[in-house]
Structures are given as structure tokens and as C-alpha cells.
């Protein structure tokens, strides 16, 4: 074990057992541990200090400077500020939105502190994704300028799910792009190569945690950014286990089909899709809940702020992303005229 | 004198009659529009009429114009640029010369038409930008008649795009326009309290209803606000309760899972840490036994939570005889045969835990029966044969209990469906072991043969 890596560790309950069992035994790993109790604490070590991996708790509420604040809020911020950074949430319980907000702000792993797995507890299933977390490279694989593939693939065992979501498509991404439609069985039986589709869309109420389907989800994720891959079902604490799995396999965007904007929150991504293809995302910075957390930080990192959010590459990013949306609009209000 | 005064100008000009308010009566409203613009810009020449043109007969004429405009963009449901600048242009002219006349020779009829008119056209072709311009051209009524006109118009208004639920996005634009009037009847809080607190009413219904994160909380708040100016409104009361229990009860359940969940991942850990002690120090093999058997009681008070809260099964390739079906008919063994084939290894894919809960439920339900028929221990017969049939695991139950009622064979899964009295027990076991089956996408039922002398259940298990 490489004794070098550090690791930021921020849960607001340090005295629960689940706690002081886990810090002790990833010290016992040969990781250097730090560990913190507030979010803003969290926040002021991220400039102090550089770390492998962060831990974050979902559920701050019970120490929390920031009543609203969560860990998912703290996980934005961390990857608004360098996209690789790493961050696996380690949640007592964590809402059905935290679910979902945690896989769209590209957490690296969301392990449930009761989650088991034969003989394996939460704390080994914990230090089981750090090590993955940290064999992950850095770059991503099949980096490229090219544009997408125009073409979209949509799987759903919902007929009437896939029309809409087709309509929704032909409707944000113009005639230019196609969309080809499959059941799971189709897709198994045959799976076609990833690389002729720009955005892979995997929508149905839910998914089984049968290893067949994890399988197939796992095959289907490990594409993204190139094709990047979207998977809606409903939000439902009911399907926390099938939820969690597709969150700890990287999809690009996660949509809840039980949220009533979810149509919108749809056809968002697949203009996001398309303008992030082959790419990682940057989130624009939150500074809105970094002013809530009301923290202080260092002065050289302060004065730097501006400088560091204008750095010439986020910027380009930025222009990109606003572009779409900017056109995106245009046509929104075409149709309403 | 008096008299003249009050001729309106259908009385005192033929013209405008025939010409235009014919057609506009009949609801011709493109004719009556151009004749209306036509006459307007005729007027000055027309010096047999001009002296006895009034203030209030241009109010006439601009409010016929924009009328007439709305008319029109209303039949054609569409947009046209040339008929929505016609209409806002005289909305504009209507309400500026208003404001100077005299109120008591107007129609407030038409003042409270052309308020209506502009927030339908706004609603229909300018939803975008409805906050804003909504709130404009109620101000811009409100300050040239009065505030009793306008905040009635838009109060039906509110009411009205509320039950519209033809209309694509009615709900954000009776919550947009619901917002208006609280903005302008703020300033007149005293004599409006009563609307503000339905519209406050209305708005938390919309918000409940929006199903959002933070939905409850929002719609509490604006019960909450209501009652402040209507304490004695029932509905609201009630509402507030309902509200108030729901999220509660929700924040409950939040915190009862974090917490638990918490607890269940410390003693996994400790348990962890315990055997890995007990591991190096010793070699007293009925310690780790004992932590075997608090570890299943952990996971099994999981699985029973997970169940309760209707969890999806979590799927896990298990050794259903070795691990499942040996443990939970050990206990049984002294009070009745238990003959399990085939006895080596089976391995499926469960929910290890829902299959335990409907087999636990199911050889509990054998036992009982046993000892109601009062039938001798060393008789008592109980087989169970795991078999796979057709991509089907069949698990089959049979046993010598004396067989079932016929009068409850068809509700044997129903709940509070119980053999045993209906005072006695809740009767939830099989309803339970049917939900724990179904829920793997399996199926739980009586066999169709069933024995002289006893019944028999089948499961069938997909892959």
C-alpha cells in the first residue's frame, strides 16, 4: 500500500461507532487520515492541503454551520474547483435528491453505512472504492474533439417512455440527430458498439439489482464521456440499493422520472451531453452556499478567487456550455412566438 | 344640457353605429377594428359631429379599437405582431385618458374587459414575460380607476387560469399571476385580507402539489401566512394539521433511517473488529458462533425494515439450503420432521432476507397448524424440495398438518385472513410471505393438487 495517500474525512458525528471503526481501520490501511466536522472546516482544508480522496457525510445537520448545507453541496464545490477531484459520499441514509444530486455532481462513490455485501461491511466496501477511486486515472480514456455521433440510443422496457423521450430529443436536438430505440432484452441479445451514439439514454422505472442488469448497466456506463450516458428512473427510497449502483458507476446525468420536471431536467442534459461529449464536467462554482457556510479563508487563496475562477480553460469551458443554453433558449422562444 | 351630456356616441353619431359597433356586436371583430381605426382617424374632418365628441367618447372609441384587437388575436389563437400593438397601444391611450375623466360616465364594465383581455393575451403570447407586464398593466388600471376594479379582475383572474386545466403551464401562470395580487394588495392589506389569505390558500395547494424537494415546507408557510390574516378560516386550520403531520412524519422516518442505519453500520463494524480479536486470540469456535448468530439477527432486523418500508429486493446469489433453509428449520427440528431436498448446496439469486421472512412464515404457519390439530410430534411431516423447472426455481412445501379450510383456501394471502380466529392473531404471516415472493418477481400459491392430509404451498423463483 502506498502509505503516501491523504484523505479528508468529514462526518458531523465522530463519536458514532461507524465513525471511530473507520477512521481507525483506513489508519491501519497506511492512509494518512484528516479528519474534520463542519463543511467549512472541510472547505478551508481543501486550500490548505492537497488530498488523494475526500470522505464526506450527507447529513450535516447535526453539528451544521450551514442548516441547508449537505455533503453533496460540499462535493459540487470541491469539483467545481478542479474536476478531478475525488470524492466518495459515505451517508447514514441521505434523501432520494441527495441520490441523484450526488451522481450529477460526479461523486467517484456513494457507499450507505449499512450497506453489506457478504462478508464485507460498509467500512470495506469504503476502503474497497478508495482503492479503486485512486486506480482510476486521471485523464479520461478516448478523449476527443470530434463532435458526437448524431445519434442517440435510447433503451427502455417502457414503450409509451421511449416515444416521449424520442419526441423530447427530435425536439432539443433538431433533425439533424436520430434516435434509435431498444428494449433491455434487445440490447442484450445484441448489443451494438458504443461509438456509433453520442448519447446513450437508458430510461425506466427501475432497474432489478439482479447481477444481469448491474452487468448491463455497468457495460453501458463504463462509456461515458464518449458516448456519454444518461439513466432516468423513479426516485424512490424504495429503490435505494439499484439507485446507489448506477450512482457508483458514473453516469453522466441521473434523471428522477418521479420529479415533475423531469422532462425538462431531460432534454437539459442532452444539450449538456452533447457539449460535454468526451469530456468531464466542470460545475460552475457554488458560491452562493460558500457564502452561507461563512467561512474564512486563506488570505492568498482569497485574494487569488477571481483569478482562480477565470482561469483560461474553465472560461473556454464556461463559454461552451453557455453557448448551448443561450441557443437553447433561442429556440424555446421560437416556439413560444 | 343634461341630457346631451349623457348621449352616447351610437346616439349622437349613426356612423359609428353602422359602421362599426354592427360589426362588433356581432362579434366581427376584424371589421369592427378597421372600421373602429378608420373612424378614429376621420374624425377631425368630420365637423358635423366634432363639437359634440366627448372625452368619454374617445374612451368609447379606443376601448372598441382594443377590444376589437383582442377580439381578433383571441379567434385566431395566434400571434400576430400588427393586432398586439393595436391592442396595447389603446390599452395604453384607453387608460391614460381614464385617468383625467370623470368615472361616473364610464362603463367600469369595459375597464374591467380590457384588464382581463390584457392579461389573457399576455398569458397566451407573452408567458415569459407575464410577471412583469402582468403586474404593469394591473398597476396602470389600479392608479386610473381604482383599486377595487383592478384587484377584482385580477382576483378572477387568478380563479379562473386556476381551473383553465386545458391550458399547458395554467398552474405557473396562476401562481405567477396569484403573486401579482399579493404584491398589490399589500398596500391595501386592510380592506383585502380575507382574498389575500384564499389566494395565500391557493398557493400552498399549488405548491403542495408540485411535488418538489422542498414542497411541504413551502406550502406550510403560505397556510401559515393565510392564517395570520384569517385566523378563523377552517380550511386553512385543517390544512395546516395535515401539512404539518405529513412533514413530520416524513422528518421522522428521515431521521429514524439515518439513525438506524448509523447504529447497523457500528455494529457491523464492531462485530467486524470483534471476530477479528477473537480470531488471533483464541480458538473458542462457540464465541464466533455467538457473533454469527447476533450478526444474522442484524441483517435479518434489516431485511425485516427493508420489508416494512417496501423496499425493492436486494439480489444476491445465496446457498438458499445452506444458508437460508438449514438455519430457520434448525429451531424446528425438536418439535417436527423437517426433510429438506436435496440437503447439499442450491445456489439462487435472492433477496436473502425476503425469502427467509416467507419461509419463516410459512413454517411458522405449518407448526401452528400442527398444534391446533393437536397431532403427535413425532408425526409431523414437513418436506421441503427445491427444484428448477423451466428457468424456475421451484421451492415446494408440503406438509401433514391436516390441510386447510376450504371456506379460506381462496383467501388464504389476504390479510387478516387467519385459520386461527379472527380476535387471535393479525393474520399477516402468509399476506406477508405472498409480498416478500412477489416482490423477487416470484409467485407464492397453494398447489393445485393438495394432499388428503395436509397442504401444500409452491414458490416459484425466477432468474
Known sequence: ?337 | MMEKKNKVLSEKDPHWRSEVLDSFTKYDYQTSLDKAIDYLNKLPQRTDINEAITESDYVTIYYTIAASAYGVLNKNKTFDEKNWTYFFHYFDRYIELINTSDKTSLYPKNAETLLDNSLDLLISFQAKQLADKAKACVSQMLNAWDEKLALSVLLKKVFDERMDFKRPDAMIYTRQLAEIYLHIAKDYADQYHAECAAVMNLLSDLTYFEGKDNSEEEALAWIEKSLVLNPNDKFAKRRKKDIHNSLTINNQIRRFNHDTNNEIGGLQSNLKELKKLLCQSTENDSSLLYLQKIDNSIQRMAGIRRFVQKHAPDFKQVDIVKDIIIPLTASYQDCMHIQVIPETSYLWEVDCEYLRLALDNLIKNTFEAFDRQHINPQERQLRITLQENNKHLEIRLCDNAGGLDEALRDRIFEKYTSSKGISKETGLGLSNALTAIEQMDGSLQLDEKQPDNGSTFIIKLSI
Not at chain 1, 124 to 140: F, Q, R, S
Not at chain 1, 145 to 154: E, W
Open chain 1, 1 to 337: 500500500m502506498n502509505t503516501s495517500l491523504s484523505i479528508l474525512f468529514m462526518d458531523d458525528e465522530p463519536s458514532n461507532d461507524i465513525i471511530s471503526n473507520a477512521r481507525e481501520r483506513l489508519s491501519a490501511q497506511g492512509f494518512e487520515v484528516d479528519f474534520v466536522s463542519t463543511m467549512s472546516a472541510a472547505i478551508e482544508a481543501y486550500y490548505e492541503k492537497f488530498y488523494d480522496i475526500f470522505i464526506l457525510d450527507i447529513d450535516m445537520s447535526h453539528l451544521a454551520d450551514d442548516q441547508e448545507g449537505d455533503g453533496v453541496k460540499v462535493l459540487k464545490r470541491f469539483v467545481s474547483l478542479h474536476n478531478q477531484t475525488k470524492v466518495i459520499l459515505f451517508s447514514g441514509a441521505g434523501t432520494v435528491q441527495h441520490w441523484f444530486a450526488a451522481a450529477n455532481a460526479h461523486c467517484f462513490g456513494y457507499i450507505a453505512k449499512d450497506q453489506q455485501q457478504g462478508e464485507l461491511d460498509s467500512i470495506d466496501l469504503l476502503i474497497e472504492k478508495i482503492k479503486t477511486t485512486i486506480n482510476t486515472p486521471v485523464t479520461t480514456k478516448n478523449k476527443t474533439s470530434l463532435p458526437p455521433p448524431s445519434k442517440v440510443l435510447l433503451i427502455s422496457d417502457d414503450a409509451e417512455l421511449s416515444e416521449l423521450s424520442s419526441t423530447l430529443v427530435n425536439k432539443t436536438l433538431g433533425d439533424n440527430w436520430s434516435t434509435q430505440i431498444m428494449t433491455p432484452e434487445q440490447w442484450a441479445e445484441n448489443p451494438p458498439s458504443n461509438d456509433q451514439y453520442g448519447i446513450i439514454a437508458c430510461l425506466q422505472a427501475r432497474f432489478s439489482t439482479r447481477a444481469r442488469v448491474q452487468h448491463q448497466l455497468a457495460t453501458l456506463l463504463a462509456s461515458t464521456p464518449s458516448p456519454q450516458t444518461i439513466i432516468a428512473c423513479d426516485g424512490l427510497d424504495a429503490e435505494r440499493n439499484s439507485i446507489l449502483f448506477i450512482a457508483n458507476h458514473h453516469p453522466f446525468r441521473m434523471v428522477d422520472l418521479q420529479h415533475p420536471q423531469w422532462q425538462q431536467f431531460f432534454t437539459d442534459t442532452l444539450m449538456a451531453a452533447v457539449n460535454w461529449y468526451g469530456k468531464q464536467e466542470i460545475f460552475v462554482a457554488d458560491a452562493d452556499t460558500l457564502s452561507r457556510i461563512h467561512i474564512t479563508l486563506p488570505e492568498d487563496v482569497q485574494a487569488n478567487w477571481d483569478a482562480e475562477l477565470s482561469d483560461e480553460e474553465m472560461e473556454r469551458l464556461y463559454d461552451d456550455y453557455e453557448t448551448a443554453i443561450e441557443e437553447n433558449d433561442k429556440q424555446d422562444k421560437g416556439e413560444n412566438l
